[in-house]
C-alpha cells in the first residue's frame, strides 16, 4: 500500500560527499516520521537520522556537523546529505516513514525502503 524508493547510494572516497532521497508513494493520508537508517556489515540495523513532520531533526552521536536530513512534505520525499564521509560510514542506507493510510487515518504503520548500498573507501 505504500512504497519507498530510494536513491542515491554509490561509491565514494574518504572525505566525500553523498546525498541520498527517498521517496514516498501510495494509500498515504499522512506521513508522522520520515528517516534514514543504516546496517553496516555484522551490525545490527541503527539509526541515522530522523525528522517528524514539522519538528526537529535528530542524528546519531556519529554523524552529527556531517549528515544533513530534510524533507518535502508536499512531495512525500526526504533526503540524507552525507558530507565528510569515513569508512565506518559504509552501510546499506534505509528510508523509513511512519504513515498513515487513507483507509486507516487513525493508525500508523512503519514502511521501509529496500536500501541502497553507501561504500566509502579509496
Known amino acids: 500500500q505504500v512504497q519507498l524508493v530510494e536513491s542515491g547510494g554509490g561509491l565514494v572516497q574518504p572525505g566525500g560527499s553523498l546525498k541520498l532521497s527517498c521517496e514516498a508513494s501510495g494509500n498515504i493520508f499522512s506521513i508522522n516520521a520520515m528517516g534514514w537508517y543504516r546496517q553496516g556489515p555484522g551490525n545490527q540495523r541503527e539509526l541515522v537520522a530522523d525528522i517528524p513532520s514539522g519538528g526537529s531533526a535528530n542524528y546519531a552521536d556519529s554523524v552529527k556537523g556531517r549528515f544533513t536530513i530534510s524533507r518535502d512534505n508536499a512531495k512525500s520525499t526526504v533526503s540524507l546529505q552525507m558530507n565528510s564521509l569515513k569508512p565506518e560510514d559504509t552501510a546499506i542506507y534505509y528510508c523509513?516513514?511512519?504513515?498513515?493510510?487513507?483507509?486507516?487515518?487513525?493508525?500508523?504503520?512503519?514502511?521501509w525502503g529496500q536500501g541502497t548500498q553507501v561504500t566509502v573507501s579509496s
Open positions: 523509513q516513514a511512519t504513515v498513515r493510510l487513507r483507509i486507516t487515518p487513525l493508525r500508523s504503520y512503519d514502511y
